[in-house]
């Protein structure tokens, strides 16, 4: 156990564990606005009782946050036999991405080889591209570098770890995108990836620990972090962890009411699906002097049963709104959630059929009604019958049906530009109602092309990587900040035998 009173805390007091509530601090100890940048000499100093540093575990690799980004940070610094330690604040490990919906955009894996699907990355990364760009997202390079390292993930989590993803053929032979993998049940079955992960890392020797939230940087003497104090999410009593190298993937802040606020005031009225993406790794990385990047954009919304926003990607549904007007593509796990908002239209239904229920994904659509029987109206043998189920006039929802129909009949959603599935619904008709919420947020962190965590002069510092929905790079989802980890996994590898051999 190493005990010095030398070294310093950063960022404590802005991160409070028990309540789980959170605020940001200034010097003077009051609150400051949550995207306020701190001094690289601000140690935060709202908690006063603060009990002097001592390590009661040391790795080489501290990787804080166990989402999809930190469990694959972890790969490659424990293939290198590397000591590595992941820690997160809740009990249960996996964060959002374990109950994410598990559509990945991915092109050119071996998975997708094996399927016959014989688009390659490259050749995909132009339609992506534009969607990034479409998107907002700024950096299009890094997102290249992410997107064209997906593949590569993936090929590692099968054939290293036993990750599980569904055969694209089941879907893509229905008429579904090729350039999307699902796990191995298909939506909402994000276990199937994660839980091999997990096992695989921990028979490769990486250890976990759950229910600690980190709260605060320490660093040595000469200014460098070397380890991070946890808080303990029930008892607030302290755990200091040493490490060479810590990789701070806490997710993004959907969650955090006060960042969501200050950064996208817009959408601080929309309910937000997850509790846990608190922004902590952002305003950790802050008081350490870390540059914050484009929190202020808005990220795209989705349903509140997520799973349902991805049911037009794999087979036939039309969204209406209140009135009976459809007003948003359903091939898009966003689009209805976004124009929802954009126009004041409170909330939608979901209408699907045979069609759907009996496709690829006839689990999660069990599974979703199921659970939300009383969100749900149906079965309906006709459109009129269906208006009454949704208490609208029959002619509104039959002037929709009809006009949705004579899209289908030209090939072409000439009102919405949907390509997927542009299908007529057959009876029994059912209906879902859903509200829109917000899920992820964009920006973060500035890192940068390895993930090192960057100043506000844009030099790395020191010991510090960040990725996955935490960085300003994160770009899209599951996919992406999985290679994100893959991508810092491996330049901390190095980094750690550079310094070694130096020595
Ligand atoms: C409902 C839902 C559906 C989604 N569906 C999709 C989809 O279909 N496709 C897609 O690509 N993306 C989807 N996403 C987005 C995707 O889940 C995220 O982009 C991705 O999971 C982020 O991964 P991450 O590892 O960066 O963060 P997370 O998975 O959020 O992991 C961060 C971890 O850090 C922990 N943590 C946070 N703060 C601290 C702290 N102070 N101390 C210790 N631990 C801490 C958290 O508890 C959490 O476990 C969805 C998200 C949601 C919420």
């Given at each position: 156990m190493e005990r010095r009173a030398f070294f310093k805390l950063i960022?404590?007091?802005?991160?409070?564990a028990a309540g789980g509530a959170m605020t940001a601090c200034s010097s003077s100890g009051g609150l400051a606005s949550p995207l306020a940048p701190a001094s690289?000499?601000?140690?935060?100093?709202?908690?006063?009782?603060?009990?002097e540093v001592s390590f009661s575990s040391e790795a080489d690799v501290l990787v804080v946050g166990s989402g999809i980004a930190g469990l694959s940070a972890a790969m490659a610094p424990l293939e290198a036999h590397r000591s590595v330690m992941i820690v997160d604040k809740?009990?249960?490990?996996?964060?959002?991405s374990y109950s994410a919906t598990g559509v990945m955009y991915v092109s050119g894996s071996a998975l997708q080889k094996r399927a016959g699907?014989?688009?390659t990355t490259e050749q995909a990364w132009d339609a992506r591209k534009q969607a990034y760009a479409d998107a907002g997202i700024v950096d299009l390079d890094f997102a290249k570098r992410l997107f064209t390292t997906a593949p590569e993930w993936v090929d590692h989590l099968v054939d290293d770890y036993g990750a599980q993803f569904e055969d694209p053929s089941d879907y893509v032979k229905a008429?579904?995108?090729?350039g999307m993998l699902l796990p191995k049940?298909?939506?909402?079955?994000m276990e199937s990836v994660m839980t091999p992960l997990r096992d695989g890392l921990s028979a490769k020797g990486a250890s976990f620990s759950t229910?600690?939230?980190?709260s605060a940087f320490v660093v040595d003497e000469s200014g460098a972090v070397c380890g991070v104090r946890f808080r303990d999410?029930?008892?607030?009593a302290v755990t200091d962890v040493g490490a060479r190298v810590v990789v701070v993937?806490?997710?993004?802040?959907?969650?955090s009411q006060p960042l969501v606020h200050a950064n996208v005031p817009s959408q601080e009225r929309i309910g937000c699906?997850?509790?846990?993406?608190?922004g902590e790794g952002q305003l950790l990385c802050a008081h350490l002097g870390g540059q914050l990047a484009d929190m202020n954009k808005p990220a795209p919304l989705t349903s509140d049963l997520p799973q349902a926003a991805a049911w037009g990607l794999f087979g036939p549904v039309l969204i209406v709104d209140a009135l009976g007007r459809r007003f948003a593509?359903?091939?898009?796990?966003?689009a209805a959630a976004d124009a929802c908002v954009a126009d004041d239209r409170g909330y939608w239904w979901t209408v699907f059929g045979k069609g759907l229920s009996s496709g690829a994904q006839a689990r999660s659509i069990a599974q979703v009604t199921t659970k939300n029987a009383k969100r749900m109206v149906g079965p309906f043998d006709d459109v009129e019958a269906l208006a009454g189920g949704l208490g609208l006039p029959a002619d509104a929802l039959k002037a929709t049906f009809d006009g949705y129909g004579a899209l289908v009949d030209a090939g072409k959603?000439?009102?919405?530009?949907?390509?997927?599935?542009l299908q007529k619904i057959e009876p029994p008709y059912y209906a879902l109602k859903q509200f829109p919420v917000r899920y992820k947020t964009r920006g973060g962190v500035r890192t940068d092309a390895e993930g090192r965590l960057l100043n506000a002069a844009g030099s790395a510092i020191a010991n510090v990587y960040a990725c996955g929905s935490?960085?300003?790079?994160?770009?899209?989802g599951l996919a992406t900040n999985g290679a994100f980890g893959l991508i810092v996994g491996r330049a901390v590898a190095k980094a750690l035998d550079e310094r070694d051999a130096e020595k």
């Open positions: 960022g404590a007091g802005a991160v409070i690289s000499t601000d140690e935060g100093p709202c908690v006063a009782d603060d009990p809740l009990e249960l490990l996996g964060g959002e699907i014989a688009t008429g579904a995108s090729e049940r298909g939506l909402g079955d229910g600690l939230v980190a999410a029930k008892s607030n993937a806490t997710g993004g802040f959907a969650s699906y997850t509790t846990a993406s608190m593509r359903e091939d898009d796990m966003n959603d000439a009102d919405f530009g949907r390509t997927a599935f935490v960085a300003a790079g994160s770009v899209e």
